[in-house]
């Protein structure tokens, strides 16, 4: 299992551009969920998903949108970038039944 | 957003020491996890706790989830260079669907070879 996977790694970004940030598991989880971490803080939930079809904010979701059309795909999308979402930004998914959270690399992001 | 109170902040520290951090929450969690990131690089789960008062080990890793529920430590024995990450404890609470994980701001560990 290559288990999360998140593309791209880094990416730069101008103020008002709009991006996708892709994630996969190929754990058949039902859970996934989408962090941003900020230099020196711990990991800020930005919206998560139960399953295919349904999706629910996080604690910090203004300025970001998810789907979840599949089990294995959970992208999150920059609609109009502030530099404010300059962060890295972390998919995870839940796995059964040991009830643990299994982290992709990270997507570090840059607005300018 | 509620958070845990995970102390000491950072460690700097001599190769061969053992290190020892917590986390303290007013909440009781049915899960305790802790997690280790390296630079550039996802949290890894290092150790699960699922029950009051359970003592895990894991190499020289050792964690116990307390018997209120409202707190858990980690103890590292014998430290080693690539020790150095943070370290991030996180309180589960809530079943199924409401699940929810609470995460500490982490403990940066350094270690003097």
């Known amino acids: 299992n290559a288990g999360v996977t998140q593309t791209p790694k880094f990416r730069i970004l101008k103020i008002g551009q709009s991006m996708t940030l892709q994630c996969t598991q190929d754990m058949n989880h039902n859970y996934m969920y989408w962090y941003r971490q900020d230099p020196g803080m711990g990991l800020k939930l930005i919206y998560y998903s139960v399953g295919a079809g349904i999706t629910d904010k996080g604690e910090v979701p203004n300025g970001y949108n998810v789907s979840r059309s599949t089990t294995e795909d959970f992208p999150l999308r920059l609609e109009l970038a502030a530099p404010s979402q300059t962060s890295v930004y972390f998919c995870a998914s839940l796995g059964t039944p040991t009830d643990t959270q299994y982290f992709g690399p990270g997507t570090r992001l840059t607005v300018l | 957003g509620q958070q845990l109170n995970q102390s000491p902040q950072s460690m700097f520290i001599q190769e061969g020491e053992d290190v020892s951090m917590n986390c303290t929450s007013s909440?009781?969690?049915?899960?305790w996890l802790w997690y280790k990131q390296d630079p550039g690089e996802g949290p890894v789960l290092l150790i699960a706790?699922?029950?009051a008062g359970e003592l895990t080990s894991n190499g020289r890793l050792t964690a116990q989830f307390g018997i209120t529920r409202k707190d858990s430590f980690l103890n590292i024995s014998a430290s080693i260079p690539s020790d150095v990450g943070i370290y991030f404890c996180a309180g589960q609470k809530g079943a199924g669907n409401n699940r929810k994980l609470i995460w500490g701001l982490g403990t940066s560990l350094a270690v003097n070879p």
């Open positions: 909440s009781i969690f049915n899960t």
């Open positions: 706790l699922y029950k």
